[in-house]
């Protein structure tokens, strides 16, 4: 069974940074996709950005640039450094995690279909 457990969410105003953590158990990184999801009110839900087994990264295009994912296997905790944010960046961020599997062409990590989530942190960024 995999857990996981956001923190880190808060209000900061457009230009600053939040760096959110996600904190897992019974997670194994050389076997699990993990990514970070957010949804606005009214919104669907979008993918942020994933981490692959081998350490391959994505990014959502909308915050390519500007936010970085990262894993720290030995505390087994995922992070997501946001930088550079602004209002359209608000939301609940969740942290997920999916079983890897390659098709010969690729990670499912970049299907952004997940299916094991956190409860969610929210992030707020005023103007």
């Known amino acids: 069974q995999v857990d996981l457990v956001e923190s880190g969410g808060g209000s900061v105003q457009a230009g600053g940074s939040l760096r959110l953590a996600c904190a897992t158990s019974g997670y194994m990184s050389n076997i699990f996709c993990a990514g970070w999801f957010r949804q606005a009110p009214g919104k669907e839900r979008e993918g942020v950005a994933y981490?692959?087994?081998?350490?391959?990264?994505g990014y959502g295009e909308s915050v390519e640039g500007r936010f970085t994912i990262s894993l720290d296997s030995a505390e087994k905790t995922l992070y997501l450094q946001m930088d550079t944010l602004n209002p359209d960046d608000s939301g609940i961020y969740y942290c997920?995690?999916?079983?890897?599997?390659?098709?010969?062409?690729?990670?499912?990590?970049?299907?952004?279909?997940?299916?094991?989530w956190g409860q969610g942190t929210q992030v707020n960024v005023s103007s």
């Open positions: 997920a995690a999916e079983w890897a599997q390659h098709d010969g062409n690729m990670w499912n990590c970049a299907r952004w279909k997940y299916s094991i």
């Open positions: 981490i692959g087994p081998r350490g391959g990264v």
